[in-house]
C-alpha cells in the first residue's frame, strides 16, 4: 500500500476542486504549529494564514483566516486541480504534515514546524517548511504575502540574493528563503510567489524569520538539525505524560495543545491562539483570546499537573508572583509577559471570518468582577501542592493576600465565568468558587504554618456555603440556578460536585443536572446558558460545559451516559485531535477562537475521571473517582 493511501485510512481527507474556494474551509480544517512564543494556523491545503510575531498577543504577520484579501498569508500548494489533502501531526510531537495527492500527477508530502526545543530563552521566531515529492511529478505554488500590523500599512516586499525581505511601515521585518535558485516574482494581489516543478524524491526547504535584517543562504537556518531537536524535544516531553487510560490519543494532542500555548519565557498560557472566529457564522460574538486568564490558565494548568507535567504549574505560579508583585490584586487577564491586557478596538478593514465581524484586538472583559477567577487559581495551587509541587514562600505570600482580601468582596455581585455585556448579578457559580478559594486556601496554610489564616478561611468557606444554600437555590427550592432569585441555570453549575461543594448524588445535584440537560441540552452537547447577555445572537454549544457534564454523570455512577457524553465530545475535534471553544450540535461545525484551552483541559479532566470511575468499577471498588485519586494511581 503507498504512502497517500495508508495515511487516508487513518484520517478524513479534504478535496479541492476546480472551483473550490479554500477560504470557505471551516475553522477547524487547520493545524497548529508554535515555539513557545507564538503559533500559527497550517489549512489543509498547504496555507498558514493565521501568525502573530514575536508573540502570541503581538499584532498579526498572516490574517488571511479574517480576511482573505487584506490579511496577509504564505503557502506551499499544488497548482493543478483537484487534489484530496491529509494532515496528521508525527507521533508524540507537534511537527505537522500535509499530504496532498494531485490527480494524474503524484503525491507531496509537506512538513511544518516551528523550531522548539523546551527552551524560553531559545525561540529563534521562524518557521519552517519542507516539501518533498513521494511519487510522480508535481508543480507547487509558493507565496510569501506578509501584512504586518494586522494589515493595517503598506508592506513592501522586494528580492534580494538569498530571498526575499518584506518590511513593515513600522520597521517590521521578515525574510522568506527558499533556496538560491528560487524564481521570486511579484504577485497581483500582493507579495511574491514562485512555481516548484518536482519529482519523486525532490526535496525543498523554506524558511521564514521575523526581525531578520536580510534573508541567508538556506543552510544557515539548519532546517534539518532543528527538525530533529523539535521532534526528539516534543517526543521528550510527551514521555512525561501520566496516563494509561482508554483515551491516550486524545489526552495525549490536548496535553501538546496546551503545551503550545504556553509562553516559555514567563510561564503565561494564552486562552487560544487566534482572535475574533465566531462563536456563529455571520455572528458578532467575536473575542480575543490571545492573553492569560489567571482562571482559564489556572484550570488548565491544573490539568496538566495532574497528567504529571508538574513544570509548567510551578512556571505558572512565578508568572503570577510576578504579577501579583507589581499588583495588588489579582487581575481576570493579563498579557503573556503580565502587563494589563490592552483596551478593546475593532478593526474595521478586515471582514472577518466568513464574513463574520466584526475583528477584535484586546479585551473588554478586562476590567470585569469575576470573582471565581481567586477559587480556580487556588485549587491549582492546592493540587500542585498535593502532588508533589512546593509553593515558595513569597508566593504562597502573594495568594494569602489575595484571599483574604476575597473575605470582603465574595458576596458582591459580579460579572462571572461567561463575561456577560451587561449588568452584575450574585451568580451562583463564582459563590461556589469562592468558596472553593477558602476551603483550598485552608487547607494549604498549614503546610507553611498559617494556622491563624485557616482558622478564619475556615468560618468564611462556612458563611459562604450557608449563603448559597439559602439563595442559591430556584424558587421551588428543588435545584441550584444560575443567580440569586432567578429560576434558570447555566452551564458553569455542574463543576458543583466535582469541586465537592457538593456531594454527586444529593437530589438538588441530581435535578440540577437533568434540569441542566432540559433546558440547556441538545443530545449529549450543553449550552452555557440561554438568557440575553448583552451581546445578542446566538452561538454554539460549549465544550467545556459537555466535559463537565461527562465528569458530572461519572461521579454519580452513570458511567454508561458519561462515556456517551465524552466521546460525542472528543469525537467533534478537528482531524488531529484539536478542539474550538464551542460546537454547532447540528451539524459537529466547530466555532470560536481555534484552538481553546478550556475545550482540551476539559477533555483531559473528564478522561482521567472516567478512567478512574471505571477503574473502580471493574476492580469492585465503591465510592466516588476523585482526581486526587491519582495519587495512589502513580504511587503504584
Known sequence: MDLYSAARRLSRPFTFG?????TALPIDARGLIGDGHTCALVRADGAIDWACFPRYDSPSVFAAILDPDAGGMTCMTPTARPFESLQRYDPDTNVLETLFRVQDQGVVRLLDYMPWSDDPKAGLHELHRRVEVREGEVELEVIFDPRFDYGRGQTSVERREHGVLATGPGGERMVAVLGADAQWEPRARGGMQARLRMRAGDRRWMVMRWDAEAPWPIKAYRPYDYLRITRQSWRDWAQGLRYDGPWRHHVLRSALALKMLVYGPTGAMVAAPTTSLPEWRGGQRNWDYRFTWSRDAAMAIRAQNVLGYASEAREFFHFLRTALDADQTLRVMYTVDGRPVPTEQTLPHLRGF???????????????????????????AYLHELFGGCLSLRTWSRLRRVVDMLRTTWNEPDDGIWE?????????????????????????????GDFEAADRWQTAAARVRDEILRNGLDPTGRHFCASYGSDHVDGALLV??????????????VATIARIRDQLGTGPFVHRYRVDDGVGGPEGAFVLCGFWLAEALALQGRL?????????????????????????????????????AFSHLGLINAAVRIDLALRMRDEGQDGIPRVTDRLETQRS
Open 496 to 509: 458543583l460536585p466535582l469541586h465537592g461543594f457538593v456531594e454527586p448524588q444529593d437530589p438538588l445535584m
Open 354 to 380: 466568513a464574513g463574520s465581524g466584526p475583528v477584535r484586538v484586546g479585551n473588554g472583559a478586562r476590567d470585569q468582577l469575576q470573582l471565581d477567577t481567586i477559587g480556580a487559581v487556588l485549587d491549582a
Open 560 to 596: 454508561d451516559e458519561a462515556i456517551d457524553v465524552f466521546v460525542a465530545h472528543a469525537e467533534a475535534s478537528n482531524h488531529l485531535g484539536l478542539l474550538a471553544e464551542e460546537v454547532d450540535p447540528q451539524n459537529g461545525e466547530q466555532l470560536g477562537n481555534f484552538p481553546q
Open 18 to 22: 476546480e472551483q473550490d474556494d479554500a
Open 420 to 448: 456577560p455585556r451587561g449588568h452584575r448579578q450574585h451568580n451562583v457559580h463564582s459563590k461556589v468558587m469562592s468558596w472553593l478559594a477558602f476551603d483550598r486556601a485552608l487547607r494549604i496554610a498549614p503546610r507553611f
